[in-house]
């Protein structure tokens, strides 16, 4: 039988007829992980990774902050397409470059963190997968934000850097530099198109026989634990998400990861109860070999059966990832199909996330010789029901986000509790 990636292969070449068509570009797991999630969504909200900085007020030029994006569209083709899907089969329609810079103004008692987060709740998928939003933080603030957003089929986090970088540069160019040549722009477009066919080439190898027994063993206990969204959570008003952070010393080389997946089992149990398996997604994975390092050909979700009951040694933890990263390369979709022929009940819905970031390559946005200050902005719709990053760094940047309609208050903050407490308590050295 063939694996899911040989069939997406087959359908998307059904659809590449190469007779003059709209060109139209394959999609990898990663990217088709995205569209399975929008897809099961009932509003069919697309997922997105925002980044903020606070200027100077007066600093940051739009005219010329919108040549600089344009700049970066018409280089990158994922900046500029559209995930569309036709005939069952999700791919990339490139368009001509179009990033909105928009102006939002702040009414009377509003902050720019109201008012940026109604602009991304109200985010369509219809439109442009860059866009900016530019506004003063309050009615006589001296400072403003911007907020450079993507939707996740076009970027991973460990595309952010490059994009902060690209733009400032761009925009220090200034519009009078033009957008990238015809043979730049066809060369990137091949370029791109080669990487993606390569990653499918490795995830279809991923998908082999003996690595979907691998899944479908690995993951046959698991089931979502997440409740159903409350009707009256959270209230008229509120934020629809809360958030919880810490910073605590950290080692000279950081914390290994599975110490970190481990801690998540912490807040796991205290979130769901003792007993279960429960579906945790993390990102992971490189570039195929020979491939170009383009903008969209990304990581891997791989998952990770958090068991909430007994607590396991850290160790124990440890050796599972291990064996879990000889087939970290098998596409989302595949892992899903192999756990539910395997007889698990799940889904494909995630009932937690893990992401990991090293604040030495995270560069804050320099525009025009100002650096902009990073800014957090909590109480953001998320893509439940809870969430963790850490950022590593001469301290470690502990946060969390849940999704208040599934989680309550106190208990999100009890499993943060327990979190940070797993992780302040060094795990014990192996005999």
Do not use: K
């Not at 791919?91 to 702040?106: F, G």
């Not at 986090?157 to 970088?165: M, N, W, Y």
């Not at 429960?278 to 990770?304: D, I």
């Not at 969430?387 to 946060?399: C, D, E, F, I, K």
Request: with cysteine; net charge negative; proline share 10%.
């Amino acid at each position: 039988m063939l694996s899911i990636t040989s069939q997406y292969l087959a359908r998307y070449r059904r659809l590449d007829t190469g007779d003059g068509a709209p060109v139209l570009l394959p999609v990898t797991g990663a990217q088709r992980r995205f569209a399975l999630v929008r897809a099961m969504d009932p509003a069919g909200r697309p997922d997105l990774v925002p980044m903020f900085f606070a200027f100077p007020h007066g600093t940051v030029d739009p005219v010329r902050l919108a040549a600089a994006a344009n700049r970066l569209a018409a280089l990158h083709p994922v900046l500029r397409s559209r995930l569309t899907v036709l005939r069952g089969t999700p791919v990339l329609r490139p368009e001509e470059p179009q990033v909105p810079v928009t102006r939002l103004a702040c009414a009377p008692g509003e902050d720019a963190a109201t008012v940026l987060r109604r602009a991304l709740g109200s985010w369509t998928p219809q439109g442009a997968p860059l866009r900016l939003f530019l506004v003063q933080d309050g009615p006589g603030g001296t400072e403003e934000v911007l907020a450079v957003v993507l939707d996740h089929t076009a970027c991973d986090g460990q595309s952010l850097a490059r994009i902060v970088e690209e733009l400032g540069a761009a925009y220090d160019e200034g519009p009078g530099s033009g957008r990238p040549d015809a043979f730049e722009v066809a060369a990137e477009l091949a370029a791109y198109r080669d990487a993606v066919l390569l990653q499918l080439d490795a995830e279809e190898r991923a998908g082999a026989p003996a690595a979907m027994a691998y899944w479908g063993e690995r993951l046959r206990a698991v089931r979502e634990q997440a409740p159903l969204p409350r009707p009256d959570s959270p209230a008229a008003g509120s934020a629809p998400s809360g958030s919880a952070a810490v910073r605590m010393p950290a080692p000279p080389a950081g914390v290994p990861f599975p110490d970190l997946l481990h801690a998540c089992r912490a807040a796991a149990a205290v979130l769901f109860g003792a007993g279960h398996v429960v579906p945790l997604g993390y990102p992971w994975g490189g570039r195929p070999p020979g491939a170009a390092p383009v903008l969209g050909c990304f990581l891997n979700t791989v998952v990770f059966p958090t068991a909430t009951g007994d607590a396991p040694a850290a160790s124990a933890t440890a050796e599972a990832w291990w064996d879990d990263l000889d087939h970290a390369a098998t596409p989302f979709d595949a892992v899903v199909h192999a756990a539910r022929a395997a007889g698990s009940g799940w889904t494909g819905r995630l009932d937690g996330m893990l992401t990991v970031d090293d604040a030495r390559r995270h560069p804050p946005l320099r525009l025009g010789g100002v650096t902009g200050r990073e800014v957090h902005i909590d109480g953001r719709a998320v893509r439940g029901p809870f969430a963790v990053s850490v950022t590593q760094g001469p301290q470690l940047h502990l946060r969390m986000v849940w999704d208040r309609a599934i989680l309550p208050d106190d208990t999100a903050e009890s499993a943060f509790t327990a979190l940070a407490d797993a992780l302040r308590t060094p795990a014990p050295t192996p005999a």
